[in-house]
Structure formats: structure tokens, C-alpha cells
């Protein structure tokens, strides 16, 4: 079965360091989304992407996140600098198109000491 | 802000039973509804889709959408010890954007 690939798949790191997310979404797929899932929040949308162009980035802190879309293949999220507060699972999802069921990576645990 | 409620349960109901699970949603325009089955550590895994008014069935899984009423729900027939996780409803918001709201999930407990 086809299925997105994310990595890394747990990153421990200290505050203030730059902390990067990469996502390799099915291919065929067009849309390409970030998710947070906390206790707290559940699962949030961060960014997400449709043929590459950003759609929507407002769920995203964007004095601190970013994401790209450098080709097809690659979906990017990067945290700098990073806060204790951004330790969650961060999801990445693709799918056909906008209106299709999404299917999701099996997530980066990322914890912000 | 466009909402979509679920109840956080526990949902307990015994093997063999049949599990009911219900979401309400707040914007009237969405379009798409899906339900996803998420196990302790893991992602959120596609269990149905459904566009369209009424029942939509995929072995022991049945949807059931009412835009009128602006819910939508998932029942499990012959429920499993393997179908005991946490199932998150998601809408498409504003119509089809892509722009998925999940609830926060429903716990279900199946014991034997």
C-alpha cells in the first residue's frame, strides 16, 4: 500500500534550536497538509498545500513555523526558533485532491526541552 | 468558528454489540465527512468517506449523514476488542477546501 512517509520519527531537541519535519505525500497526491495533535488541542491544521502552492497557512505561528514545498516529493515543516510548547505529534497528510479523504503519515513525536 | 462536536466517552459496549458513534457539525456548507480510526500512539487511519445524504455501508462500518441536521455517524456492527480505539470525525469546512475540522473523538472500549 502506498502511504506518506515522514521524518524523523521522534526528535528530542533543546530550546531554541531550529528543528526541521519532512513528509513524502503518495504519489498522484495534490494536497498536502501539517497537523499538531496535542492532548489538549486534538489535531489542528497547520499548513497546507495544493500542487505545491501554500493554500492556507493560518492555523501556523508564523512568526516562528514555516512550510514549504521545494518539489512534488517534499513537504517541509520547520520550527525556529522552537519553544516547549511546540512538543506534540506533528502529522503530514496527502490526498488526490481537496475534496478527497486524506491520508495520514505516522507522525514526528517531537519533544522541546 | 466552525465547529464539530463529539462526545469524548467512553463509549463501552460489549463484543458483539453494535457500537453507535454521532458528531453534529456547526458549518452548513461542508460537503465532505469522514471518520478515522486512531489507535493509542499511532496516526489517524481512514475508516469511511460520505458525500451524500443517507447510509453508506463498508462491511461491519455504516455512515449515516444528515446535512439537514447537520450530523453525521458511524455505527460498527459485531464490534471487535479490535475496534476499541479513539474515532475522530472531520469536516471539510466551507465546502470542499480541504480545510479538514476534526472533533476531538470518541473513545471506544469493546470488551469481551
Known amino acids: 500500500d502506498a502511504r506518506v512517509t515522514q521524518t524523523p520519527r521522534h526528535k528530542v531537541t533543546e530550546m531554541g534550536q531550529e528543528v526541521t519535519m519532512r513528509c513524502q505525500p503518495i504519489l498522484g497526491h495534490n494536497t498536502v497538509f501539517w497537523y499538531r495533535q496535542t492532548m489538549m488541542q486534538g489535531l489542528e491544521l497547520l499548513a497546507y498545500f495544493r500542487n505545491r502552492a501554500p493554500l492556507d497557512d493560518s492555523g501556523m505561528p508564523k512568526d516562528r513555523f514555516s512550510a514549504e514545498m521545494p518539489d512534488a516529493t517534499l513537504a517541509t515543516l520547520k520550527i525556529q526558533p522552537s519553544e516547549p510548547r511546540d512538543s506534540a505529534v506533528y502529522f503530514c497528510?496527502?490526498?488526490?485532491?481537496?475534496?478527497?479523504?486524506?491520508?495520514f503519515g505516522d507522525g514526528t513525536r517531537l519533544s522541546i526541552l | 468558528q466552525k465547529e464539530v462536536e463529539q462526545n469524548s466517552g467512553p463509549l463501552s459496549v460489549p463484543e458483539g454489540a453494535i457500537a453507535s458513534l454521532n458528531c453534529t457539525y456547526s458549518d452548513r456548507v461542508s460537503q465532505s465527512f469522514f471518520w478515522y480510526r486512531q489507535y493509542s500512539g499511532k496516526s489517524p487511519e481512514l475508516i469511511m468517506s460520505?458525500?451524500?445524504?443517507g447510509d453508506k455501508e463498508d462491511g461491519r462500518f455504516t455512515a449515516q449523514l444528515n446535512k439537514a441536521s447537520q450530523y453525521v455517524s458511524l455505527l460498527i456492527r459485531d464490534s471487535q476488542p479490535s475496534d476499541s480505539a479513539t474515532y475522530l470525525c472531520?469536516?471539510?469546512?466551507?465546502?470542499?477546501?480541504?480545510?479538514?475540522?476534526f472533533g476531538q473523538g470518541t473513545t471506544l472500549q469493546v470488551k469481551p
Open positions: 497528510a496527502s490526498g488526490l485532491d481537496t475534496y478527497q479523504p486524506q491520508h
Open positions: 460520505i458525500y451524500s445524504n
Open positions: 472531520a469536516v471539510n469546512s466551507s465546502g470542499n477546501t480541504g480545510k479538514l475540522i
